[in-house]
């Protein structure tokens, strides 16, 4: 805790810290995705693209669903969970019923770099120790979501949620298998809140409950040797 509190007041003393946030406009729907309304440049204006792009696929999701059923419905809602220094970074919470047994969710981690516009490679900032694989997946409506895994992440994983405290122990009974995978993959994110970066296994519908987030916090990622832009925009989230 003392060398998180010193790493802190480091980032505070250089200004890292005082970069304004970018603003951000809500978009026309309660489901629609945010939009930079500055800075705006080359950078942002990908990154809105982007976001444009994600909310016509949704649209259109969301028209054929309803297409189908008189019952059937669709929504979302969008958490942003950084705005700065150097990442943007969105959560998307989706839940459609769309005439199967079951209603679908699906959550969404978007993280965009701010200085290209493009999402973030997370095998590049995690490092070769945390970030060994990729994979791609699909959610509700379609979209492909990156994943990031290797032993080392799982290990790490694990042993935050072990030091959190907050399972019983017939949640790790029942999960215990599921979390031995050494094919798990998880979906990453920036959170300012927390000054830390989450984790979200990627699980079938059965085990999901097995899914819980951990935070990670700047000093272990660092120790793990990630990138120092990531340590540091942590450190500085907004």
């Known amino acids: 805790m003392r060398c998180w509190a010193l790493a802190l007041a480091l980032v505070l003393a250089t200004g890292a810290a ?6 951000l406009t809500r978009g026309a729907s309660a489901a629609a995705l945010p939009r930079v309304a500055a ?8 990154i809105n693209a982007a976001l444009t792009r ?4 949704w649209a259109g999701f969301v028209k054929n669903c309803v297409a189908g059923g008189k019952d059937n ?11 700065g220094p150097r990442y943007l970074g969105l959560v998307v919470h989706d839940e459609a019923s769309c005439g199967g047994a079951h209603a ?13 516009g493009r999402p973030v490679d997370w ?16 959610v509700i409506d379609g979209a492909l979501i990156g994943l990031v895994g290797s032993p080392e992440l799982r290990r790490l994983y694990v042993r935050t949620l072990e030091a959190s405290g907050g399972e019983p122990a017939d949640w790790w009974k029942d999960c215990d298998d599921v979390l031995a995978d050494p094919e798990l993959r998880f979906s990453v994110w920036p959170d300012a809140k927390t000054h830390a970066l989450m984790l979200e296994p990627e699980l079938a519908h059965a085990v999901q409950a097995c899914g819980d987030d951990a935070a990670i916090s700047p000093a272990t990622l660092r120790t793990f040797g990630a990138s120092p832009d990531l340590v540091s925009a942590l450190v500085a989230g907004r």
């Open 18 to 23: 005082a970069a304004e946030p970018v603003r």
């Open 39 to 46: 800075p705006l440049n080359p950078a942002t204006a990908k």
């Open 54 to 57: 994600l909310d016509r696929r």
């Open 73 to 83: 419905e669709a929504s979302r809602r969008v958490e942003v969970t950084m705005r």
């Open 104 to 116: 679908d969710t699906s959550r969404t981690a978007l993280t965009y770099d701010l200085e290209t």
């Open 123 to 138: 095998r590049q900032l995690l490092g070769p120790r945390l970030a060994t694989a990729s994979a791609v997946d699909n």
